[in-house]
């Protein structure tokens, strides 16, 4: 499962999203899990980038 979050979102709080992670991880969930250092409640070009890696991983 991918995560990624900006540590500056004003909608969602990081916290929100670090206790997903721990919820998810101690229910036996692999999580792969990215911080984007400044951003907001956005998508970035980098966290695109970080989910097709992801997906690409994942299907081989």
Same mark, same amino acid.
């Not at 890696?53 to 299907?59: A, G, Q, T, V």
């Given at each position: 499962m991918f995560i990624g979050h900006g540590d500056q979102d004003n909608r969602i709080p990081? #916290?929100?999203a670090e206790?997903?992670?721990k919820w998810?991880?101690?229910n036996k !969930?692999?999580?792969d899990f990215h911080?984007?250092?400044g951003m907001s409640h956005?998508? #970035?070009e980098q966290e695109i980038n970080d989910l097709a890696?992801?997906?690409?991983? !994942?299907?081989n």
């Open positions: 990081y #916290s929100e206790a997903s992670k998810l991880e101690d !969930n692999s999580i911080t984007y250092k956005a998508i #970035s890696e992801f997906i690409h991983k !994942n299907l």
